[in-house]
């Protein structure tokens, strides 16, 4: 693409430690040669070869102050007018900067308040004014803060400080004072970007939001709602076989980190990128991820494999925040060894090459670390659980209590007793209990629902519940109960019937509200991408016990009604039709094809009308298939 016609200088500006320099890095070489960046100060004027010995010291006390801000001045002036490679020239703080520089050092040198330093800066520099204003109005200005408080401004400059001396410390806060007054006051800042607690993507993604329109060669998105699942772990520790997990369970796209490396490199014209700082590796990696998902803007999850070292690690960390998920897998050497193709030996040797890196040690700041000395269905369950605790929002549900539902006076008398045998005393024998299906939606008919529970609780606390739910047989008069009971683990990792996903997704939402619940618990609500795909399995089993009870002559008429109607609910769900109610569904869905509606209510008791329902709906989720090559 050819931006001659579009020309654009941004300075970044902001006080030290706001990422400045990161953010310049991240944007320049995604834009790659088009962008230029205006270098350093230091660059632009020879006198600084001499200062750079002992910067401190000439800043704030060896230096006369006019000489101080002839050689501050001439450098901006300078690298302003210096001729740039690129239609899009990147400074590294700009004019306004050197205005609160000069404020801020004569506060310190000279004692000032701020009002007064203001002044004693704008003084100073009458001699350059003019030519300063012409080239702050030729720069966009983005003005980087971690908050709008002085304070914390302060206190987050210092805080990456290695030590502080009190000229520095007194010059910051001066610095933010001034600083704060510009963006606020003045309006010499285009724009302010504040940081917050927020990762550098995520403040490049603001940048390149606010520069888009100006200079449309820089994307508008920054790995937008991208998730990463970065794998590390030592040699054999299972990280491809976690990755292609990933990528055939969950949908992952699975990228090397190497490939990665070496795309960014060539993009950048590095020969090697293993040359340059763990840091700037990081950074490569965060590009090549970037420009990937930009050509793949379907993709949202991803894993990358393996992280090498430690401090790249860290790096990549600062760099994605919350989106990325360091996952270390903890392999004993045992089953390492016993996994190698190459033999025992060489698992050793590239042991000690990752160990020299620090490749070990990321297990100390890794989000997640899996003991994966066990089997690979173990793996895979944590996996599972990585993948859903993201995706399926936890959260703790609300209670009501049994009279609410509208049961009959037994089935309310049954379920106190439930109630006070399983979740009384100090130490209950369920999680959770809930009533389920058309009991929980207040549709239940007598001599027909059934009641559906749904139990959490460990495995531990089965033959407790046997117990109770054989002593309270007798009080339910005939009424049948579908217990399910499943653990929270089961819960977390999704491996739950399709039906429970729907229960899952219906607690979650508030449409089934539990009678008790463990004080703490958090459980976990399926996303719609989940209820989908659990719909589309709710289809195609209702089909086949639909065949199966037909071919079974329909002897159980009311699992016949059951399964016909759910198939309905689906065929509905994806017409954008939701329909709870079992007859309801029948009605609506025979209605809208015209015919007999009926037949909905006759097939409950009357079998032939149960039959001639179940080929109805049977054909209609058969016409879905109209198209299928035969």
Not at 16 to 35: E, V, W, Y
Not at 240 to 253: D, I, N, V, W
């Amino acid at each position: 693409m050819n931006h001659e016609s579009t020309k654009l200088s941004v300075a970044f500006s902001g006080a030290d430690n706001t990422g400045k320099t990161t953010q310049i890095g991240l944007l320049g070489r995604r834009i790659g040669p088009a962008a230029a960046l205006a270098g350093a100060l230091h660059d632009h004027d020879s006198r600084w070869t001499d200062i750079q010995g002992d910067m401190a010291g000439w800043w704030f006390e060896k230096s006369r102050i006019e000489e101080f801000v002839d050689v501050l001045a001439s450098s901006y002036l300078a690298r302003s007018a210096a001729p740039g490679g690129g239609s899009l020239r990147l400074f590294d703080r700009g004019i306004p900067m050197l205005e609160a520089s000069v404020a801020a050092t004569v506060a310190v040198r000279e004692n000032l308040p701020a009002p007064a330093a203001a002044d004693r800066a704008r003084a100073l520099l009458e001699p350059w004014a003019t030519d300063l204003r012409v080239a702050e109005n030729a720069e966009l200005s983005l003005y980087l803060a971690y908050s709008n408080e002085i304070d914390e401004n302060v206190t987050h400059s210092l805080a990456h400080q290695a030590s502080v001396t009190p000229p520095y410390d007194r010059y910051q806060r001066a610095l933010h004072e001034r600083l704060h007054v510009m963006a606020t006051e003045e309006g010499r800042f285009s724009h302010t970007v504040l940081i917050g607690g927020r990762s550098i993507v995520e403040v490049q993604r603001d940048i390149r939001r606010l520069l888009h329109p100006r200079y449309p060669a820089v994307p508008a998105r920054a790995l937008d709602g991208v998730q990463v699942i970065a794998l590390a772990g030592l040699s054999e520790s299972g990280k491809s076989s976690a990755g292609e997990y990933l990528r055939t369970r969950h949908g992952h796209a699975r990228l090397k980190i190497g490939w990665l490396l070496d795309t960014a490199a060539a993009h950048a014209g590095l020969p090697d990128p293993y040359a340059v700082t763990e840091e700037v590796q990081a950074e490569l990696i965060v590009d090549a991820l970037d420009r990937y998902l930009t050509a793949h803007y379907y993709l949202t999850d991803v894993t990358i494999e393996s992280l090498h070292s430690l401090e790249s690690t860290a790096a990549l960390r600062r760099l994605l925040g919350r989106q990325v998920t360091v996952t270390y897998l903890d392999t004993p050497m045992a089953a390492r060894r016993a996994r190698s193709e190459t033999g025992a030996d060489d698992v050793a040797v590239r042991d000690l090459v990752k160990e020299s890196r620090g490749a070990d040690r990321i297990a100390g700041i890794a989000d997640r670390v899996i003991d994966n000395s066990g089997t690979r269905l173990r793996l895979e369950r944590c996996l599972d659980a990585l993948v859903l605790d993201r995706r399926w929002p936890a959260r703790h549900p609300e209670t009501q209590p049994v009279n609410v539902l509208g049961l009959p006076i037994s089935l309310e008398s049954y379920l106190h007793k439930l109630l006070d045998r399983t979740t009384g005393g100090a130490d209950p024998v369920v999680d959770l209990l809930a009533v389920t299906g058309s009991a929980a939606k207040g549709r239940y008919q007598s001599g027909w629902s059934d009641l559906d529970v749904l139990v959490v609780a460990d495995n531990a606390r089965l033959g407790p519940l046997a117990d109770v739910l054989a002593e309270l047989r007798a009080d339910l008069e005939g009424v049948k109960v579908g217990v399910s009971v499943v653990t929270l683990a089961e819960c977390r990792t999704g491996n739950v019937s399709v039906r429970l996903q729907h229960v899952l997704a219906q607690i979650g939402a508030g449409a089934i509200t539990p009678l008790w619940v463990r004080n703490g618990l958090r459980l976990p609500a399926p996303d719609p991408a989940a209820i989908v795909a659990a719909t589309v399995m709710n289809g195609v089993q209702a089909t086949f016990d639909i065949r199966r009870q037909i071919l079974a002559g329909a002897g159980d008429l009311h699992a016949l009604y059951k399964v016909t109607a759910l198939s309905a609910k689906v065929q509905l769900e994806f017409r954008g039709v939701p329909v709870s109610a079992d007859e309801d569904a029948l009605t609506t869905l025979l209605g809208a094809h015209g015919h007999d509606t009926t037949l909905a209510r006759t097939a409950r008791t009357d079998h032939a009308a149960a039959l001639k329902a179940a080929h109805i709906v049977l054909d209609l989720w058969d016409d879905t298939m109209n198209g299928v090559e035969q």
